[in-house]
């Protein structure tokens, strides 16, 4: 392997920047629907032999940037349907996401590499110990900053290919996970070492640390498949998800509004084959599930008023405005309606879509005449409370869309509820693999807080998930349906939940100073 490792090294060229962007598109396959995790030590092994061999910054530069243009340029292509849905009228906006897949959010990645490589690297595990900790707090800082961050695809979450190791997201989250699962990954690294001097001083720890991470490995896998075991049993109150599967060019352009409506009323209170089914205490629609204002459709709340069951609640997607005559903006908001269709909570998104929800940077994209997908200026952010009160039922945190995906950001400090109900709309995205890695990221927010997920969506995938982050029914991409269940219970708060990221910085910290300590006492010993 140190020959091969020493060959990928040298490489230079086209050939090296192809490799990168290679294993970057690779590394991809790591995340859902795929899951093919042994491809993570492949990809992330290869790029750290290539910036062994990298000798300038400039080269570093490159070979990083090449890669995280593999990585996210096509592992988030999907995002480009959305400009699609309206014809090519919207084809213009590829521009700006290809700049943002490709200049702003590999800026993360390209300087974890470029400094870990100038700075902390070193010949054998220090190097791989600075390194996934650099990577690691890069992804934090991804989903944190620049235009309000995108933590998606975080590395932690090729971790749910297997669910008892994603349940150390209880104790750490997914930037823990993050650190874990690419210090492992690297491991591998060790036996690539090239110059002779390196393995006979790494051969104790080319012994050592694979079998202490094959030992931790096991163990944290035997402890995730027993909490699994030992989730709670009995069920909740009744749900009923609603996926509607409207066609997302006729939502925008709000064709037959009133077929929308009797088809929402349809699957809500008459469903093919549920029959026999009790009558729900909770009903779930989609994000903007009819493109209207429902507090001003007084039709449909007539019709909601004389079919809804007593004691129930509708919690739906819905436009809505302020009621402040001075306030133009309109939200895009969860609306909570009660057995007489009196809307008695709300939620407005406080996370927007950069470019389809609101235009980041505006002082300079104005100057192009760019706008929101919404249309003209975009939605307003919202404020409120991100706790739905639903009278005598368990209280619910209200989550819209990608909001889902900011870890220790879906749950109020100090206002822990009873479970997640997450609207979204992945209609924009088509049949791609954009839903399916959105719903993967939804399963480790369940597990990070302890609380289930109930997710209605427009097209797919609508799911009920339990606090183990098990996927106990859903609705395929496509399918119109509703799914009719019993929301698990949620656990007592998990260690995440308390403290937040603050194990994953230790961690990364505690590596940091591994490595740099490593530094000084060879410097010390020469």
Known sequence: MSSFALYIGELRGFRAYALAFLTGTLS?????????????????????WQLDGCRTVRHTFAIAWMFSAGFYGVGLHWMGHAFFVSGTEDAY???????????????????????????????????????????????????????DGLPW?????????????????????????????????LLPALF??????????????RLFVPCAALVLAVAAWLWGAHRINSAPEHEGIAVRI????????????????????????????????YENSPEPDVIIWPEVAIPVTIEHEGLLREYLAKYMPSGSHLITGSYRYDDDPSNVWSYNSLVVLNDEAEV???YDKQHLVPFGEYVPYEVFFE?????????????????????????DLPNAAALICFEVIFSGEVVTPGERPDWLVVASNDAWFGDSIGPWQHLDQAAVRAIEEGLPIARSTNTGISALIDTRGRILAKLGIGERGVLDVRL??????TVFSRVGDMPMFAGAFLLLLLSIGSRFRKKASA
């Open 367 to 391: 100057k192009t005449g760019l706008t929101a997908l919404t249309g003209e200026g975009g939605f307003g952010i919202g404020t409120g409370s991100r706790v739905l009160e639903l009278g």
């Open 242 to 273: 609603v996926q509607p599967k409207f066609n997302q060019r006729d939502k925008v352009e709000r064709n037959d509004l009133d077929g929308m409506g009797n088809v929402m009323l349809r699957l809500s209170f008459r469903p093919e084959g």
């Open 488 to 493: 698990p219970p949620p656990t007592s708060p």
């Open 344 to 346: 008695v909570e709300h």
């Open 153 to 185: 695809n975080i590395w932690g979450n090729t971790l749910t290919a297997s669910l008892p190791w994603a349940q150390a997201a209880s104790l750490v989250g997914v930037y823990g996970l993050s650190l874990v699962s690419v210090t492992i990954a």
């Open 28 to 48: 991809v396959m790591t995340f859902a629907p795929f899951h093919f995790l042994f491809l993570l030590p492949v990809c992330l092994c290869v790029l750290v």
């Open 93 to 147: 906006y590829v521009f700006p996401l290809a700049g943002y897949l490709l200049v702003l959010l590999p800026l993360f990645f390209v300087c974890a590499c470029v400094l870990a490589r100038r700075f902390l690297w070193d010949e054998g595990l220090p190097r791989l110990l600075a390194f996934a900790a650099a990577l690691t707090l890069a992804d934090w800082c991804r989903g944190h900053f620049m235009a």
């Open 192 to 205: 690539g070492d090239g110059r002779r001097e390196a393995r006979m001083a790494d051969k104790r720890t």
